[in-house]
């Protein structure tokens, strides 16, 4: 019986979404074959593809985080807001990333697959071998906030953001191989505070994200082998603040969830 684990973005708020969602997971004894992530997804889907077999939720490093762990907003940018195309700097994400996951892909215990867009190309990218750490930021690495992730090659160079923008939930074509297939949803109604042309693109971004969230319903509804949790989400968090009361909101969903339909 091969189960996939699917993670979706939502930004820092969607870190606190998939902790609570994990929590569950582990409780009912679900050990993934595969994990496939985006953004958010990615940073918690490498969490949970190191811990997948201790049975120990990475809950506590989320819950122990705040947004000064992952934010380094550059110097001056409100006032140089035409010259400067992203706000943070992305050395805190790196450092955040390198404090609690492995170097590489090979060192996990079970598949894990990440996304990122290819810059130039707009080309949707699959990372799954090789650097684990510079993989997940690059998927983490949301248009506007974050610089782009260099991928250094013996000949060129090549630069990869946020894979939200083309697979927020990154629900492989090959889905319909798995016994159990978990989508789990952590996109959530998000505000951005400011004005300017990045907040009106971020802005724009979420709704082609809600729109992909319910194209998978759709090519998903009615698959006995498949079960979305999507938690409920109240009011509005910035995209780049942590919320760690939706951690016990998203459990809670989570297990009438699974109660539902697990052991199958």
């Not at 953001?161 to 297939?181: C, I, M, Q």
């Amino acid at each position: 019986m091969k189960t996939l684990l699917v993670f979706s973005g939502g930004g820092l708020p969607g870190l606190d979404i998939h902790a609570g969602i994990g929590m569950a997971l582990s409780e009912f004894g679900v050990r993934p074959d595969e994990i496939h992530g985006t953004s958010a997804g990615a940073i918690y889907g490498g969490l949970f593809a190191h811990h997948a077999f201790s049975g120990i939720p990475p809950a506590n490093i989320i819950y122990d985080l705040v947004d000064d762990d992952a934010r380094d907003t550059r110097f001056l940018y409100r006032s140089r807001f035409r010259h400067v195309n992203h706000m943070m700097h992305g050395k805190k994400m790196a450092a955040l990333v390198a404090r609690h996951l492995p170097e590489t892909f090979e060192e996990l215990p079970c598949k894990l697959f990440t996304y990122a867009v290819e810059g130039g190309s707009g080309r949707l990218v699959p990372f799954g071998g090789g650097d684990l750490r510079r993989s997940v930021r690059a998927s983490a690495s949301i248009r506007g906030m974050f610089p782009p992730v260099a991928f250094e090659m013996p000949e060129y160079t090549k630069y990869y953001s946020d894979g939200g923008t083309k697979a927020n939930v990154p629900l492989p074509v090959y889905w319909r191989e798995f016994d159990h297939v978990i989508i789990c949803v952590a996109t959530q109604p998000t505000s951005y505070q400011g004005s300017g042309l990045i907040f009106n693109f971020l802005l724009s971004v979420h709704e082609l994200m809600e729109a992909q969230v319910d194209k998978i319903i759709e090519e998903t509804f009615g698959d006995p082998r498949v079960t979305i949790i999507r938690p409920p989400v109240d009011g509005k968090t910035g995209t780049m603040r942590f919320n760690h009361d939706l951690i016990g909101i998203a459990y809670r969903h989570a297990r009438k969830e699974l109660d539902r339909v697990w052991p199958y």
